[in-house]
């Protein structure tokens, strides 16, 4: 871990010095969205203080400038995730979310017919379900879902079943609500064996696992910037060249065409077509200065390290805690995050989250946008904390002072 | 600054940890369910009215301890009153949970709201709610589930 020092990114980070209710901040809520280190902010900064203007078909020299910063930021992508066609197969929207709307309409309205089967798991995100829903209403397609096991693992017992019919298998990296890191590859493996595709929500997982796109044998890939150290309103889709030159457009508008007469439209090649309109660039050099920080880091380091601070942090709660609180999640770390689901006995998720706030404690308490997987768990929201690469045991040491607070306060 | 305390007072810890008036009404009582999508809290109010009075008033659900504490504190304040009476209190309550932010804001004089919260009683311990934005969902979620349950009374 030569290059990987916890206490540095914080000095980088200009909102670790934020003081909350008297207490300097202790942000545990990183599932959500990251901390944002000063070299992303100056690079936003750098992007309208000398180079702002619109990205593609400006000549004079600013304009140059911000279509190379932006096309620079599907390089930087392509490298963070060695994806094996290089930046030609980036494309980027607004969130991981809309990446998932990409995939259903485009993809999912041209590629699958009535009857073809999307297959999900319980553990997903809403963003990696309504819109499969929406598609099944739209085009008659079945959604059929992967269960959960008491284990808080995929049950893949009855896999073999549950692949008839299957057109893509659609999981996510890593659950934002157990952090449960999944099998990706062996169910790449699977999906393909089945003559299905396999996409992957690797919204949780990108900035704390290393991504890399050959080993996986993925088909398609979404996820946001902003729970990767970079900004919010940006997001990634990511395709297999052959495969993304096979998707319709998905919105229309300027900068996704080749050509428009009154008579209709011949939209663009390449990742342009599906980014009509204006797009994100300060977000992309943000992003471009995160992907550089978190190399920086090293995914591995950053892995270990939160395996690490996880591994603590259970081991903790469980002692202190012993029946009054309960981790929704594995209880080790192995193939396991640094996001965990907390239900305290007697004190619901929100009197959790508002008395940890009393500390300067940041944690997220509901259903995370997974209510399938509250549903299986029989919960109606857990309080969740969640580490990134600048967290420190001194912030579990807080968190598990606020936590006796509140046990206490409610007994 | 506003702390705990503000919001968590002990009639609100008391009426969570042992909540009035739970439990069914059999038809012809009046059911509705009341549910908060961003948080999940769910609350079913079920209110026997009989000549223009509430004579009764019970609440299953499940939430945080601001909801469940308010539609304790609710049904113990609108039990065995007339509608016209239940109404008011739903208005006093309502108010108190936006006007008074103001008066918090910037510590004036307000008989007028003084005099209001008085009125209400035990319920005045949910005032420092309003000190607390996100949570006025919490506490409100019960009333407004009632003042659902009276517009379905036949006019």
Same mark, same amino acid.
């Given at each position: 871990?030569? #290059?990987?020092?916890?206490?540095?990114?914080?000095?980088?980070?200009?909102?670790?010095?934020?003081?909350?209710?008297?207490?300097?901040?202790?942000?545990?809520?990183?599932?959500?969205?990251?901390?944002?280190?000063?070299?992303?902010?100056?690079?936003?900064?750098?992007?309208?203080?000398?180079?702002?203007?619109?990205?593609?078909?400006?000549?004079?020299?600013?304009? #140059?400038?911000?279509?190379?910063?932006?096309?620079?930021?599907?390089?930087?992508?392509?490298?963070? +995730?060695?994806?094996?066609?290089? %930046?030609?197969?980036?494309?980027?929207?607004?969130?991981?979310?809309?990446?998932?709307?990409?995939?259903?309409? %485009?993809?999912?309205?041209?590629?699958?017919?009535?009857?073809? &089967?999307?297959? &999900?798991?319980?553990?997903?995100?809403?963003?990696?379900? &309504?819109?499969?829903?929406? +598609?099944?209403?739209?085009?008659?397609?079945?959604?059929?879902?992967?269960?959960?096991?008491?284990?808080?693992?995929?049950?893949? %017992?009855?896999?073999?079943?549950?692949?008839?019919?299957?057109?893509?298998?659609?999981?996510?990296?890593? %659950?934002?609500?157990?952090?449960?890191?999944?099998?990706?590859?062996?169910?790449?493996?699977?999906?393909?064996?089945?003559?299905?595709?396999?996409?992957?929500?690797?919204?949780?997982?990108?900035?704390?696992?290393?991504? !890399? +796109?050959?080993? +996986? !044998?993925?088909?398609?890939?979404?996820?946001?910037?902003?729970?990767?150290?970079?900004?919010?309103?940006?997001?990634?889709?990511?395709?297999?060249?052959?495969?993304?030159?096979?998707?319709?457009?998905?919105?229309?508008? /300027?900068?996704?065409?080749? !050509?428009?007469?009154?008579?209709?439209?011949?939209?663009?090649?390449?990742?342009?077509?599906?980014?009509?309109?204006?797009?994100?660039?300060?977000? &992309?050099?943000?992003?471009?200065?995160?992907?550089?920080?978190?190399?920086?880091?090293?995914?591995?380091?950053?892995?270990?390290?939160?395996?690490?601070?996880?591994?603590?942090?259970?081991?903790?709660?469980?002692?202190?805690?012993?029946?009054?609180?309960?981790?929704?999640?594995?209880?080790?770390?192995?193939?396991? /995050?640094?996001?965990?689901?907390?239900?305290?006995?007697?004190?619901?998720?929100?009197?959790?989250?508002?008395?940890?706030?009393?500390?300067?404690?940041?944690?997220?308490?509901?259903?995370?946008?997974?209510?399938?997987?509250?549903?299986?768990?029989?919960?109606?929201?857990?309080?969740?904390?969640?580490?990134?690469?600048?967290?420190?045991?001194?912030?579990?040491?807080?968190?598990?002072?606020?936590?006796?607070?509140?046990?206490?306060?409610?007994? | 600054?506003?702390?705990?305390?503000?919001?968590?007072?002990? =009639?609100?810890?008391?009426?969570?940890?042992?909540?009035?008036?739970?439990?069914?009404?059999?038809?012809?009582?009046?059911?509705?369910?009341?549910?908060?999508?961003?948080?999940?809290?769910?609350?079913?109010?079920?209110?026997?009215?009989?000549?223009?009075?509430?004579?009764?008033?019970?609440?299953?659900?499940?939430?945080?301890? =601001?909801?469940?504490?308010?539609?304790?504190?609710?049904?113990?304040?609108?039990?065995?009153?007339?509608?016209?009476?239940?109404?008011?209190?739903?208005?006093?309550?309502?108010?108190?949970?936006?006007?008074?932010?103001?008066?918090?804001?910037?510590?004036?004089?307000?008989?007028?709201?003084?005099?209001?919260?008085?009125?209400?009683?035990?319920?005045?311990?949910?005032?420092?709610?309003?000190?607390?934005?996100?949570?006025?969902?919490?506490?409100?979620?019960?009333?407004?589930?009632?003042?659902?349950?009276?517009?379905?009374?036949?006019?």
């Amino acid at each position: 871990m030569t #290059n990987f020092d916890p206490q540095r990114v914080r000095t980088d980070i200009p909102l670790m010095r934020r003081v909350i209710n008297g207490r300097p901040i202790t942000y545990l809520d990183s599932g959500a969205s990251s901390l944002t280190p000063r070299t992303v902010i100056e690079a936003m900064d750098r992007y309208y203080e000398n180079h702002h203007a619109n990205v593609h078909r400006g000549v004079y020299q600013t304009a #140059n400038e911000s279509t190379a910063i932006y096309e620079g930021g599907r390089e930087a992508a392509a490298r963070f +995730l060695n994806a094996p066609g290089g %930046s030609g197969e980036i494309v980027f929207t607004k969130n991981a979310t809309e990446s998932f709307n990409l995939l259903a309409r %485009s993809w999912g309205t041209k590629f699958l017919a009535p009857g073809d &089967v999307v297959l &999900v798991t319980e553990m997903e995100h809403h963003a990696n379900i &309504v819109p499969w829903f929406q +598609l099944r209403e739209a085009h008659g397609i079945e959604v059929r879902f992967i269960p959960v096991g008491d284990d808080y693992r995929l049950d893949l %017992s009855r896999i073999e079943e549950l692949m008839q019919g299957v057109k893509l298998v659609s999981v996510t990296g890593m %659950s934002n609500v157990l952090g449960s890191i999944n099998p990706i590859r062996e169910l790449a493996d699977m999906a393909h064996a089945h003559g299905a595709l396999i996409a992957v929500d690797g919204a949780q997982s990108v900035a704390h696992l290393p991504t !890399d +796109l050959v080993d +996986l !044998d993925i088909d398609f890939l979404a996820f946001s910037a902003h729970k990767m150290l970079g900004p919010t309103g940006l997001g990634i889709f990511w395709t297999r060249a052959d495969i993304l030159e096979s998707m319709p457009p998905f919105l229309g508008g /300027g900068g996704m065409i080749k !050509d428009v007469s009154v008579d209709g439209y011949t939209p663009a090649g390449g990742p342009t077509r599906f980014e009509a309109g204006t797009p994100p660039i300060a977000e &992309v050099a943000g992003f471009s200065a995160a992907v550089q920080y978190l190399e920086d880091l090293g995914l591995d380091n950053i892995a270990a390290y939160e395996k690490e601070l996880t591994g603590d942090a259970l081991t903790r709660l469980a002692r202190n805690f012993g029946d009054t609180l309960r981790v929704i999640g594995p209880a080790d770390t192995l193939e396991r /995050g640094g996001v965990i689901s907390l239900d305290v006995k007697g004190v619901h998720p929100h009197d959790v989250a508002q008395v940890l706030d009393q500390f300067g404690v940041c944690v997220r308490p509901g259903h995370h946008c997974a209510k399938p997987l509250m549903k299986r768990f029989g919960l109606a929201a857990t309080a969740r904390a969640s580490y990134g690469p600048y967290s420190l045991v001194d912030d579990t040491d807080v968190l598990l002072e606020a936590l006796a607070h509140a046990v206490e306060m409610f007994a | 600054m506003a702390g705990l305390d503000d919001l968590y007072r002990e =009639i609100i810890l008391d009426h969570y940890r042992s909540p009035r008036n739970r439990g069914e009404l059999p038809p012809p009582a009046l059911r509705v369910e009341g549910f908060n999508p961003l948080c999940g809290d769910e609350i079913t109010v079920y209110a026997q009215v009989e000549d223009g009075v509430l004579r009764d008033i019970k609440l299953t659900g499940h939430g945080c301890s =601001i909801s469940q504490s308010s539609s304790s504190l609710m049904s113990t304040a609108v039990k065995g009153k007339s509608l016209e009476q239940v109404r008011e209190t739903i208005a006093t309550f309502k108010q108190l949970m936006t006007v008074h932010e103001k008066k918090l804001g910037d510590d004036a004089e307000d008989n007028d709201v003084d005099a209001e919260i008085r009125r209400l009683g035990e319920l005045a311990a949910l005032a420092g709610v309003v000190k607390f934005p996100v949570r006025i969902k919490c506490a409100t979620l019960a009333w407004n589930t009632l003042t659902q349950a009276l517009d379905e009374l036949p006019a």
